[in-house]
Structures are given as C-alpha cells and as structure tokens.
C-alpha cells in the first residue's frame, strides 16, 4: 500500500493525531509546532514542491532548519538530526518536521525509550534498566515517572485508536500495572495498524509513537 493510500484510509477516522497532509500520513503534535512524519522519505521534495499543508489547509515552505542534535540510537550509536522547519503561506504558523523515530525533544531514538519502558514493567528498577542501556539512570527514572503518569491516558487513547483503527481488536487484558496495561493496548493498537494500512517492517515503536501523537512522554494538549 502507498503512503498516499495509507494516509487517506486512515484519516476516515475520528482519532484527532492522524492527518493528512498532501500525500503524506502526518502526526501533529501538542499545538501544531511540531509534526512528526510517518514516511519520512521525500518529505523534502513535497515541502519543496508545496505538497505539505498546514492545519489550516496553507501551504508549508521551507524556512530554514531547527538546531542540530544527536540523536542516540538502541545501539548506543548517534545518528545527527538537523529537523527540517516550514512556514505556513497562509496563518505563517511554523512547524518542525521530524522523522517518528526521532520524540519532540528527546535526545534518544523512540525504540531506547520503549525498550526502557518494557523493562519496566517486567520488574526492573530505573537503575538496573541504566546499566543494561548504557543510559543515565536519571534519565531512566525520568522516564518512567512521565510514563507512568500518563499511562491510563496512553491506555485510552491505544483502545480508541485500535478500535476505529480495527473493530475485531480484542480488548487488553487486566495487569499489574497501569503502566503494563498501557503498553499492552498499545502494542495491540500498533499491530493492527501496521496490518491494516500496509506498514510491515516499520517500528512498532515508531507506530505507537504515532498513536500517541508524539505523547508518550510528554504532556498531551489537555494536560
């Protein structure tokens, strides 16, 4: 399935992070400043060629670039991200884009964070679940205190999107935790994402980075 088809199929449905942009499937994040890109190849090209639209149905061009960062990946390599900003010709809104693997200021790849968080919930403690990905264990206790926090929202906005996504999903199971059974709807949600719109050997990670519009860990719009 295209990425044109992709993003028509699934904004049919009333799940609010999920648009579509010209032919791309996008993610808007908090207050539209941030938008993370499902298909990230040729995202250039349709920013240059006026394919992308704002929320207001503008036209995005190009404006420059955000600040470079290094993004670090599971495999303890860096990859160097310099996020690609548009303007709206339109309301002259600014948005980033960026790639899903890469989280609204998170300097870690979206598969360290969910490897983190499945480590949690099978008992680990934030300073064991450090030493295992070579990670600050501040920035692990951080991490699982956002998540955690938000988890019964994370497990409501899964169950709705895997609902609408796909009505024969079963529903998640009870778990120890909030944090469990959000993960676990999630991954549901995930996969029956990736086998609706075509999505095979994409992350799951990025995919649930997509159904949490870019909230996983940070706050979502109504708090």
């Not at 908090?30 to 207001?56: F, K, P, W, Y």
Request: aromatic share 4%; glycine share 8%.
């Amino acid at each position: 399935m295209s990425a044109g088809a992709v993003a028509a199929t699934i904004t049919n449905t009333s799940w609010p992070y999920l648009e579509k942009a010209a032919d791309v499937t996008m993610v808007r994040w908090e207050n539209a400043d941030m938008i993370l890109t499902v298909h990230a190849d040729g995202m250039e090209a349709r920013l240059q060629a006026g394919r992308l639209s704002c929320r207001c149905t503008g036209r995005l061009r190009p404006w420059g670039h955000a600040r470079s960062r290094l993004i670090r990946q599971r495999d303890g390599s860096h990859v160097a991200l310099r996020p690609r900003r548009a303007i709206c010709t339109r309301c002259e809104a600014t948005h980033v884009l960026l790639p899903l693997w890469s989280l609204p200021r998170r300097r870690d790849a979206v598969e360290t964070l969910g490897d983190a968080l499945l480590r949690a919930v099978a008992g680990h403690g934030h300073r064991r679940i450090a030493r295992e990905l070579a990670l600050p264990p501040s920035t692990v206790r951080n991490w699982l205190r956002r998540a955690r926090g938000r988890a019964e929202w994370l497990r409501q906005q899964a169950v709705r999107a895997g609902r609408e996504i796909d009505i024969c999903l079963p529903f998640s199971v009870p778990m120890a935790t909030e944090l469990a059974e959000a993960l676990d709807a999630l991954g549901l949600a995930a996969s029956a994402a990736i086998r609706r719109f075509g999505w095979s050997g994409t992350s799951p990670w990025r995919v649930i980075a997509a159904l949490s519009g870019g909230h996983l860990l940070s706050p979502a719009p109504d708090g």
